[in-house]
């Protein structure tokens, strides 16, 4: 059973949307286009690609922290201590039954290990991914239900950073909420201490977070993963462009633009841009609008934090989750942390 939480927007409200926060983001200085606008069909499929490249190491890192720690991860969520982690396989520990639910539909191949490690722990297990898409949500379901048994998918159409809303847990369950794949680092600091709070909000006491955080690194492995050899995020960075054409009649000439990825170090973030390579007026139709660039000028479209040590337990601990434990891989890129509603 899919719960639908609101009302599907319809296709005009949808382009409602994008008409305003485009013409909000053009009108202000520097320019800046919401990164939202990434994920239509086009750049989800570029987003999936990207995650597959070999300098984005983001993905297979924390895949490889999951594979090697979700038993650990599962159960501490369910109330274990560490001590008794390795007697829980010989079924002398009882513990809380969990339910997943997970933040962002989109990265299932990974949530894939958690879930796995649940149905080991405790035979089977619900899992509630929330997402805005209803066609993301309804993939998931499909592929996970068809992959994994013991897994019942209820996907919930929701925009988790107003707020979630989970079914009650009953007595001797908990809630696990997934929130992987780094997409924490793409909210400022204080828009994601709000994000975590209103989570929190919708959780009781007791009830896990895992939050996967991508780690300050060397300048140049993060400007190569924001800038493959390929060209795969140039396409995607270029495709919020193309997007504005095909859905709002704007006439970018993509060509005349350049995806452009900038470390900066004072606020510890990528950020990615869109450079227009000479001066320039875009003329965007259902806007009714001229926008003019100067040679060099740029469009601000996302940042991606990189967290230093102790940064997300503080952001962790302002938004009322205790830090239970993390887990890293071996070169100390990337790291999973638990912590536990309070
Ligand atoms: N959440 C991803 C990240 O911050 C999003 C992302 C990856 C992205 N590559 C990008 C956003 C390129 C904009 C441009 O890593």
Not at 130 to 146: F, G, N, P
Not at 210 to 216: A, F, I, R, S, T
């Amino acid at each position: 059973m899919t719960t639908i939480a609101f009302p599907i927007p319809s296709t005009e409200i949808i382009q409602e949307r994008v008409a305003e926060a485009v013409r909000a983001g053009l009108m202000r200085r520097p320019k800046r286009l919401p990164a939202w606008l990434f994920y239509d069909e086009a750049g989800s499929r570029l987003f999936d690609e990207i995650t597959e490249r070999p300098e984005y190491y983001l993905t297979r890192t924390e895949r490889g922290i999951l594979a090697h720690h979700a038993d650990a991860m599962v159960a501490r969520a369910a109330g274990l201590e560490a001590a008794s982690l390795d007697r829980i396989t010989l079924g002398a520990v009882s513990c809380d039954r969990l339910r997943i639910a997970e933040l962002g539909a989109g990265s299932a191949d990974k949530t894939r290990l958690l879930l796995k490690a649940a149905v080991a722990q405790q035979g089977s297990v619900i899992y509630e991914p929330v997402d805005v898409s209803l066609t993301a949500l309804e993939a998931a379901k499909e592929r996970i239900e068809c992959e994994i048994p013991g897994v019942t998918v209820m996907p919930r159409v929701e925009d988790y950073t107003q707020g979630l809303e989970l079914d009650p847990t009953a007595a001797g369950e908990r809630h696990l909420v997934l929130y992987i794949g780094s997409s924490i680092g793409n909210f400022e600091p204080w828009e994601a201490e709000r994000v975590l709070s209103r989570v929190r909000a919708g959780l009781n006491p007791g009830d896990g977070l895992l939050l996967g955080v991508d780690l300050k690194k060397d300048e140049a492995t993060l400007l190569a993963a924001y800038d493959d050899a390929a060209g795969v995020t140039a396409d995607f960075n270029l495709n919020m462009l193309a997007r504005l054409n095909r859905e709002l009649g704007a006439e970018f000439q993509l060509d005349a633009f350049e995806h452009c990825a900038v470390w900066n170090a004072r606020e510890s973030r990528m950020e990615m841009h869109l450079e227009s390579r000479a001066a320039q007026r875009v003329h965007i139709d259902a806007l009714d609008l001229e926008v003019e660039f100067a040679e060099g000028e740029r469009i601000h479209t996302e940042n991606s934090y990189k967290y230093l040590p102790g940064q997300a337990e503080a952001l962790l601990a302002s938004a009322r989750f205790e830090p239970v434990e993390s887990w890293t891989d071996e070169q100390g890129w990337f790291r999973v942390h638990l912590g536990r509603a309070v």
